[in-house]
Each structure stands twice: as C-alpha cells, then as structure tokens.
C-alpha cells in the first residue's frame, strides 16, 4: 500500500517538474525557435515535440478547471497564479489505484487465515492477555506482559492502519479505529482502577510511538509533498494532536526524531528538486502581459506558498534548522533575488507583506537590540532599499503619485518593525520624515 501512495504521488511530482521544465522552455523558446523539438539528449524529435504539446495542453486545461472553481466560489477568493495545488487525477489513473488498492486489501485479510483461533484476532488475543491479568496479577507482572504487549498487537495495528492516510481528507481518526478504542481500556474493569505504578498505562503511547510515528514516517518521506497546503496541514495538525496527547511524542524519543529528521529531509529535497526561480532582464519584465512576467509570477508565487507550509511546522521544529530552510535556502536564494530583479512597486510590496506575514512572531520574541535576526538582515537592507526607490521614483511626479509612494513608504517601514529590523526602519523614518512611526518605533 504505502509503494502505491509512493507512486501516485512521484506522479504529481513530476508532472508539476515537467511542467515548470516546459514553460521555462516555452520562454527561452521565444529567442531561440530552433530548440523547439528537442528531447532531452538535444535531438531533433517530432514525436518528443508531440508529447510535450500534448502535456501543456493538459496543464492548461487543469488550471482552467481550478480557476473556474475559484470563480465559482461566493465570495471569489483572492488569489495568486501558484498558489494552488495541482492535484487532479485523470480518470484512468484513478480506476486503477483503487483497483491495486482494493486488491492489496483483499490480500491483507487474508494475513491470519492460517493461524488458530485463539490468536487471530486483536480481540481474542486481549481477551486471553486481560483475563490472564485479572486472575493471576502476580505471575502476569513477574513475566513482564506488559513490555511483550506492543510486539504482540502491533501486526494488528498496522493491518487496520494498511489504508490510513491522513494527508488525505476526511482520514479517519486514530480515535474512532477498532485497535484504538481496545487499547485505550486495556486491562481496565469497573471493578478496579488502573493506577499510574501500572505499566500497562504505557501500552498505547508505547503503540502510537513504534507504530503510528513510523508509519508517519514512512509518509513524511515517500508521499507528502510539502507544495501541498491542504496536506501539509493535515500533516501538522496530526503530529501536533500527537505531540500534545501523548508523552511518548517528544523531542528525546528516538522515533519521534527520525520523523521530524524525514520531515526536514524532505522539505530540503523539495528545495533542491521542485523550486525554480527565473531571471530575465527587467525590460522583459515592463510588459506585464508577457508570457515571461506570468511564469516569473507563477514561481514567485508558489515560492509564497512553499515558505508558508514549511512554516507551519514552526512550533514542531526547532528554529535553527527551519529558519535555515525556509530564510536561507527559499527567501535569500531564490525570492529575494527575484525582488531585486523587480520593480519597486505595489506587487513587490504586495509580496513583502505575504512572506513577512508567514514568519512566526515567536521568532522575534525577546530579540534584543535594533537589529533583526542575522537571516533576515537580507530582507531588512533589500526593503530599506525599496523605500528609497520609492521616494526617488516620485520626485517630480504629480502630487497623488507623490502622496501614494509616502503611504508606501510607511508601509516598508512597518514591515522593517514587524521583522525587528528597528535600526533601518528608524532610518526610514528619519530620511522620509515619518513622526508617527518614528515615534513608535523609539518607544520599542
């Protein structure tokens, strides 16, 4: 099952590459008309020529379909070219995963049909391990059942866990599953109390930490995919339920480290793999109708998203390895080079907000000093700049240019604050004359 998941979802990842690789393509295409037909060892190849024609009309008609279905929301929802996920499946490829699926699932009830009836079922095996416990307590705590238990039940658990998958929606709950709602009343009568002394109070935190954090892992390395919003919250909702609910779930457990270390390793790849940021001369760029300025868009775009799923884990991961992520390897690689290629203008301004929007406000809690934190001062010193070129961009323009490149201004040097870069925005202030926020921020 999980080589099935891993599949479909190498399939979504490389078609979204095929796509950015097309329209790049597409792009330098314009200049360069005898690279048209080209296959990837540089041959001249109708039939190569023929596919690729085929996959950008299939790409083009997928986005039609999501953008039609944002128009058909009420209200519309605002919106970037990028920011959504390309998830749709054609029919085919539908009838056959949940044909294999259902396949695998027949297969896996027939896993105990061999065994005997005292011990082919989670129920039947509880029972006798339960009553065992009621009537001989000493034997039972003397040959340490309780640390045999996990073993036992764990092929169980993972039978019933073969199709759970909860980047997908409406997953079921580890709380509403058969093995959960035994386990949870393990060894427990009305007659009785289990006390804290009782390792048997162990037994589901013992089962969520080698088989629920494994399978989680399996997950984090094979089918997430961190360009997903919907999966990726999915994702961080369960791991939070499961760092809050239960003791077995925290940093010094050695499985709980190798799921947040896959976690990491795979945002890294998607990073290495999936994000691709163009660069043309600005003149391009002045035709805001052109098939270069949409793609650059697109990629700034789903840059945005990207930053703030890996940023959802922000109260899972520690600081250090996430802000190396998602400031050094994302924001200064790739989309503070894009800024700077750009114009200074309401869009840039536009796109400063959204990223600076995503960093969590716990990074800059109790940061002392003017200074922002060492990976943002890239963007500090880029949105100084920014305010400059708007200020020197509307000398000499009528005066409703003049007033609304001042309101820009301000909003820079808000941002400055947001980010704790308090020496450049009380430079702002300063050079543009702005009282108000001059004010606000000496009393910071």
């Not at 077995?248 to 990073?271: F, I, S």
């Not at 509307?394 to 870069?421: M, T, W, Y």
Request: hydrophobic content about 35%; aromatic content about 8%; some cysteine.
């Amino acid at each position: 099952m999980h080589t099935l998941l891993r599949q479909r979802a190498e399939r979504f990842v490389q078609r979204r590459q095929d796509d950015t690789k097309d329209e790049s393509e597409e792009q330098m295409n314009k200049t360069n008309k005898a690279a048209g037909n080209l296959d990837t060892l540089g041959r001249d190849s109708p039939g190569f020529a023929e596919v690729k024609k085929r996959r950008i009309a299939e790409r083009e008609a997928r986005r039609s379909r999501r953008r039609r279905a944002r128009q058909a929301m009420d209200p519309p929802v605002p919106h970037h070219e990028g920011m959504s996920s390309d998830e749709e499946e054609q029919e085919t490829d539908i009838l056959r995963f949940n044909s294999e699926k259902d396949r695998i699932v027949t297969e896996a009830g027939k896993i105990f049909e061999d065994v005997v009836d005292d011990f082919c079922t989670f129920r039947a095996i509880k029972t006798k391990f339960e009553r065992w416990k009621y009537d001989f307590g000493e034997p039972y705590r003397e040959a340490y059942i309780s640390l045999c238990l996990p073993k036992l039940f764990t092929p169980f658990v993972r039978l019933e866990l073969l199709t759970w998958n909860p980047l997908k929606a409406n997953a079921q709950d580890l709380e509403d599953m058969a093995w959960y709602d035994s386990l949870l009343f393990y060894g427990f009568r009305e007659t009785t109390q289990l006390t804290d002394d009782d390792p048997d109070v162990k037994l589901l935190p013992s089962i969520v930490e080698k088989v629920v954090l494994q399978k989680l892992t399996g997950l984090a390395e094979h089918v997430w995919d961190p360009m997903s919003t919907r999966q990726t919250q999915r994702f961080v909702t369960m791991v939070q339920r499961l760092v809050d609910d239960y003791p077995t779930v925290a940093g010094d457990n050695k499985a709980t480290q190798a799921l947040l270390r896959t976690v990491l390793g795979r945002m890294r790849k998607t990073l290495d793999d999936d994000v691709f940021m163009p660069l043309y001369p600005k003149g391009v760029l002045e035709n805001k109708s052109s098939g270069a300025y949409y793609f650059l868009q697109r990629q700034f775009w789903s840059c945005v998203k990207l930053l703030g799923n890996m940023l959802q884990w922000h109260s899972i991961l520690a600081r250090e390895p996430l802000m190396e992520l998602c400031v050094d390897g994302l924001l200064n690689r790739y989309m503070l080079l894009a800024l700077q290629n750009s114009e200074v203008n309401d869009d840039s301004i536009e796109k400063s907000q959204k990223i600076i929007s995503s960093f969590p406000r716990q990074w800059f809690a109790g940061v002392e000093g003017d200074e922002t934190l060492p990976p943002l001062q890239n963007l500090a010193r880029y949105l100084s700049h920014s305010a400059n070129t708007l200020h020197k961009n509307s000398i000499g323009c009528p005066d409703i240019d003049r007033r609304k490149a001042r309101e820009n201004i301000k909003q820079v040097a808000k941002l400055l604050v947001q980010i704790h870069a308090l020496d450049h925005a009380l430079q702002v202030a300063r050079e543009h004359s702005l009282k108000d926020l001059k004010q606000m921020v000496v009393g910071r």
